[in-house]
């Protein structure tokens, strides 16, 4: 019987340290998204003008077919390299949740069964939702690099079908988040899911992509205090 107890607490134990790891992952993931979030609200604010001696007025003074060269060149820069950022993003999230995260939340699972619905949505979700999302991403860019509108509307619904599927699997992280609350009684848990709720409004609702990128990182931190906290509560 003791036996029996000791394996159970060695099956938390693994689970909760492949979660924190993920966790970590996911943090690098987040810094990672929040430096392409300062990056696009630099590039932004330089293409309308705010930054002296660039911008549109600046352009204008070149010429117009000067102008329309410049602008394109900047755009397929930044472009480029958002989309080189978003790919190494989507890549690390991916090793996350697939590596660390739902193998640690199916070893809870098979400690406790509540969390087996939170892997469940998290293998639904997230295994449809991230390669559409890229592959997205990829057709997007050469749309507009090659002007072909099919391209492009065909990217953003294909955007579209990712987001609804990372939906599930974000509802799926939620639970499983709170599940850990609950069986472990630590706040931070709860709150990072907070976060992580008002993460994904400002996604859906708002153009500011820097709020959101930093409330992203303020919640994995939480997360993998959390989870560092249970595992020493476990042990």
Known sequence: MASDKLSEKDIAIDGLNKLRVGALIQLIAGFIGLSLAIFVSIIVSRVLGFTP???????????????????????????????????????????AIFGYFIPGASRLASWKPRFSSSVTLMEIGYLGGLPLLVIASVILVIGVLAVSRGLVVGSLIIYLLGVVLMVLGFLGLLFLLINLYSEFGYT??????????????????????????????????????????STKKQE
């Open 188 to 229: 931070l848990l709860l709150v990072s899911c907070i976060l992580l709720i008002a993460r994904l409004i400002l996604l859906l609702f708002s153009r500011t992509l820097l709020i959101g990128s930093l409330l992203n990182v303020v919640a994995w931190v939480l997360i993998y205090v959390g989870l560092e906290e």
């Open 53 to 95: 001696g660039f911008g549109i007025p600046w352009l204008l003074g070149r010429g117009v077919l000067r102008t329309v060269l410049s602008l394109v060149q900047h755009i397929t820069r930044f472009m480029v390299i958002a989309l080189g950022i978003l790919i190494a993003t989507a890549v690390l999230s991916f090793i």
